[in-house]
C-alpha cells in the first residue's frame, strides 16, 4: 500500500502490516494508513475481516515523539479510533511487544483483540500529566469495569497480556505464532456483526469507589491535575452516552494538554533521556565489567551491594571490622528477600544474588575485580587512605569509583598512579531505590570509564547525570545554598515548623529542617572543633543530632513522629541574640522565594563553570534524587518563572 504499511490477502482474511521503524510509533503516516487500510477492507467484496498488525518488536507503543508540543497533524487519533469502529467488517487486532496510549486505545476500538503472551497493554499518559484523549477512558470501563479502569489509566503502569485477558480486554492469547493466531481468530469471526466497544455499557460504580481511590493514592497523587481528570472522564463514561462521553473526554483531555503540568513533564521526559548522553563519547567503547567491590558495610556501601547483585553483578563487600561487615550482610539479604516476598524479584533470582554475594576483611581480597565502589566515612584522610591502597591492590585498567557526596575525586585521584581510572559514582540514599546516579567527572577521568559508568547505570536500572567535579557536585552544592538561606531566616525570625510547611506545600515530600533532622546534624561535625558558630553546631553541642538521637530540629516521639521543640526554638533564640539579629515575621512567599532562588542562582553558575553540562541536567537531579515536584519540571525549567 505505502512504504508505511503492506497488506496482503489469505484466503478472505486481509492482513495490514504497519512498519514505521524503530518503535512503529503513530505518526501522521501511520494513521493515514490505517484509515486507507480500513477503507480498502470495506471495498474489496473478497475481504471478509481485517487483521491490523506491526513490524518489528513491537506493536503501536504510542505517539511519535517528533510531534510531540507541536500543532497536531491530521488525520487525528479520534478520526483513526472512530473509522476502525465504523467498519462494516470485522477488525482484529494482533499486538506483540507493547501497546501503550494511543496503541492501545486503537486496539481497544478494533472490534476482537490477540495478542502474545509477552505483550505489554497500558495507558500511560498520566506520566506525562495528561490522560487518553482518543476515546480511551470511554472505551476502558466499557471493556473492563470502572475500578479496574481507574488503576490502569490514573496509575499509568502496564499490565501483562495474561492480566489483560483475565479482566475482558483481549480475547484470546497467542501460544503459537500471533499472525496465524490473529489470522485463524478473524476468520472464525468473519461475517459476524462487528462488537464495537462505543456500543458496551459502562457500568457505573458508587461515588465511594471514585473517593477511596483517591485517597488511597493521594500522596502519589499530590500536586498533579491528571488524576482527577481523568476520575472526571471516567465518571462521564458511566454517566452519559459515548459520544457525549468521548466529548467531555476531548475537553478535558485538551485542558491537560494546554496547561503548564503538560509542558512541564514533557520537559522533564526528554531530559531524563538527554541526561546520559555524552557528545564526546560517541564511539567510545566500556571496559567490561564482570565483577565488583564495594568498599563499606552500612547503609550506603550495602545499598549499592544490593543494585549491583540484583543486575546479576557478582560483588565482594569488604569491611575493616567483621561485626560491621556481619550487619551488612544482614542487611543486604533482608532486602533481597524483602523483594521476593513483594514479587520484584523471582526465587531464582534471588538465590543467584545471593550466592553471588562475598565478604572479605581483607582488601587484597578485591585485587581482580573489575569495577571497585567505596562507601566510606565522608572525610578526605580515610578516603585518600583507601584509594592509597586500592592503587597497589587493584589489577591494571580496574575502574576505582568513589561514593563521596561532597569531597574533591581529583584530590582523592592524586594519591594513585591511575588518575584516568579515577570517577565519582554518587549514589542517594537507600542506593537499592533510588533512581539518580550522579557519576562525577574527575580532571583525568578517561572517556571510556565514563562510558562504562553510563552503561553500568542502565544495567542496575539508574538514571545517570554527569557532572563535573566541584564541591557538592549538581545537587548537593545547591542543597547547601537552599540549607544555608533556610537556616538565615530561623535567625531572622522564622519558624522551623514555617519554613517545612512552605517547602512542602510547594510539592517537597519534606522541608529543609526535616531533612536535616532524618540525615543527622552531626555530618562533618566534631565535638572537638565545635566552635558554636552556626545553629547546627548548637544543636550537636546540646546533643540534638537529628532523628537518630530523637531530638534535632524537631523533637521526636517513640515512633520517630517529629514534634515543635521549645529548646530548639531556645538555642535559635540565643544564637539570634548572640549575633545581635532582630527577629521579625515571615509570610509563605518571602520564604518560599528565599529557598528557590538562591539554588536557581546556583544552578546558573555550575552552568557557567561547566560542572553541569545541561539546564536540563541540573533539572534531572533535583527531580529524581532530592524530591523537587515532577509537575513544576525542576529547578531550571521556564514554566517556574514565567
Known sequence: MSEISSWQVVDGIALLTLNNPPVNAISAAVRRAIIDGI?????????????IACAGRTFFPGADLKEFGKPPIEPFLTEVVDVIEASNKAVVAAIHGTALGGGLEIAMACHWRVAVTSAKLGLPEVKLALMPGARGTQYLPRLVGVERALEIIALGDPISAHTAADIGLIDELATDGLIPTAINFARHIAGRQPRRT?????????????????????????????????????????????????????????KLREGP????????????????????LEGIEPRNIASTGVIGAGTMGSGIAIALLSAGLPVTLYER????????????????????????????????????????????????????????????????????????????NAILATNTSYLDIDAIAEVTRRPQDIVGLHFFSPAHIMKLLEIVRGKHTALDVLATSLTLAKRIQKLPVISGNAYGFIGNRMLAVRRKEAETMLVEGAC??????????????????????????????????????????????????GQKAGAGFYDYDSAGKPQPSIIAEEIVTNFADDNGQKRRDFDDDEILDRLLWPMVNEGAQLLGEGIALRASDIDTVWLNGYGWPKWTGGPMFRQLYT
Not at 477503507?39 to 487483521?51: C, I
Open 39 to 51: 477503507a480498502r477492507t470495506n471495498n474489496d467484496a473478497n475481504v471478509d475481516a481485517l487483521v
Open 496 to 545: 522551623v515548623q514555617h519554613v517545612d510547611r512552605v517547602l512542602e506545600e510547594f510539592g517537597f515530600p519534606m522541608g529543609p529542617f526535616k531533612i536535616g533532622d532524618l540525615a543527622g546534624l552531626d555530618l562533618g561535625w566534631s565535638a572537638e572543633t565545635s566552635t558554636g558558630s552556626t545553629i547546627r553546631e548548637r544543636l550537636c553541642e546540646a546533643g540534638r543530632l
Open 321 to 396: 571490622n567483621s561485626k560491621a561487615l556481619n550487619c551488612g550482610v544482614t542487611k543486604i539479604k533482608s532486602a533481597i528477600e524483602g523483594n521476593l516476598r513483594s514479587g520484584r524479584t523471582s526465587r531464582d533470582k534471588a538465590n543467584k544474588a545471593l550466592a553471588s554475594l562475598s565478604t572479605t576483611v581483607d582488601i587484597d581480597r578485591l585485587a581482580q575485580a573489575d569495577l571497585v565502589i567505596e562507601a566510606a566515612f565522608e572525610t578526605m584522610d580515610v578516603k585518600r587512605a583507601i584509594f592509597t591502597e586500592l592503587d597497589h591492590v587493584m589489577k591494571p
Open 198 to 254: 462505543r456500543d458496551m455499557e459502562a457500568a457505573p460504580v458508587e461515588d465511594e469507589i471514585y473517593d477511596r481511590f483517591i485517597a488511597k493514592h493521594a500522596r502519589k497523587f499530590k500536586g498533579y491535575d491528571a488524576p482527577t481528570a481523568i476520575v472526571d472522564s471516567i465518571r462521564a463514561a458511566t454517566q452519559l452516552q459515548f459520544d457525549e462521553g468521548a466529548k467531555k473526554e476531548r475537553e478535558i483531555f485538551l
Open 261 to 280: 503540568q503538560n509542558a512541564a513533564m514533557r520537559h522533564v521526559f526528554f531530559a531524563e533521556r538527554q541526561a546520559a548522553k555524552l557528545p564526546e
